[in-house]
């Protein structure tokens, strides 16, 4: 079965400092995989995506990811952290639903990043 | 452009209560999902709508039913609620429903069973 490890529930990282969030997935075949933002209050808002091709995703907000297969890894990075990005990020594997083709996500539990001023 | 809308915001219920939350959306997507999303939990599947007219369980539907009431909205009902149903709700859409498909989020639905 498809699943999603968000190792790290809580980060704190000041503001200018990089930002790594790991995710390890478990999936059978080629997997989809998401990176999401819940700002408090928000929904969800997706932060970019990787089906295949360039093992390095850009995204928005200044974000990118990178998906090691060898490592079942698809984490998310950012340069400097601005105040603004303190937030929920949920990593996804997207896969098949009971058996056939549907679209359903499988997300991790989530890791919250405060930013320090 | 609305994207995804939910109703209510929030909501509080007596156990045993019941009621129906309300989503809709306004991109033409084929696809919708109802998810309920519990501290530490992360985001869990309780329904989808592939398409107009089909609707299906997903990873915990117990306690819940669902409405595909045309292409736009998609219900979900609590028929008699439990402390147990106590969570954030959010309903989502995408195209086509293919796992390569970004899936767009409402802002929520809070919800308390007392």
Not at chain 1, 55 to 66: C, D, N, S, W
Not at chain 2, 76 to 81: H, Q, V, Y
């Amino acid at each position: 079965a498809q699943s999603v490890t968000q190792p790290d529930i809580h980060i704190t990282v000041s503001e200018g400092a990089s930002l790594e969030l790991r995710c390890n997935y478990s999936y059978g075949a080629t997997p989809y995989l998401f990176w999401y933002v819940q700002s408090p209050g928000q929904g969800l808002q997706l932060l970019l995506k990787y089906f295949s091709g360039d093992t390095l995703v850009q995204g928005i907000k200044g974000f990118e990811a990178e998906f090691k297969r060898s490592q079942s890894s698809f984490n998310l990075r950012k340069p400097s952290v601005h105040w603004s990005d303190a937030a929920e990020y949920f990593c996804a594997v997207g896969g098949e639903l009971y058996g056939g083709s549907q679209g359903n996500l499988i997300f991790g539990k989530g890791t919250k990043l405060s930013v320090k001023p | 452009n609305a994207g995804v809308t939910q109703t209510p915001k929030f909501q509080v219920l007596k156990t045993g209560q019941s009621m129906t939350l309300q989503c809709a959306q306004d991109m033409n997507h084929n696809s919708m999902y109802w998810y309920r999303q519990d501290p530490g939990m992360g985001l869990r599947l309780i329904y989808y709508s592939a398409s107009e007219g089909t609707t299906d369980k997903g990873e915990v539907p117990n306690g819940y039913n669902v409405s595909r009431l045309n292409k736009r909205e998609f219900s979900l009902r609590l028929e008699s609620a439990a402390p147990s149903q106590t969570s954030v709700y959010f309903c989502a859409s995408s195209f086509s429903g293919r796992g390569t498909d970004t899936q767009y989020f409402g802002p929520g639905t809070r919800l308390t069973v007392l």
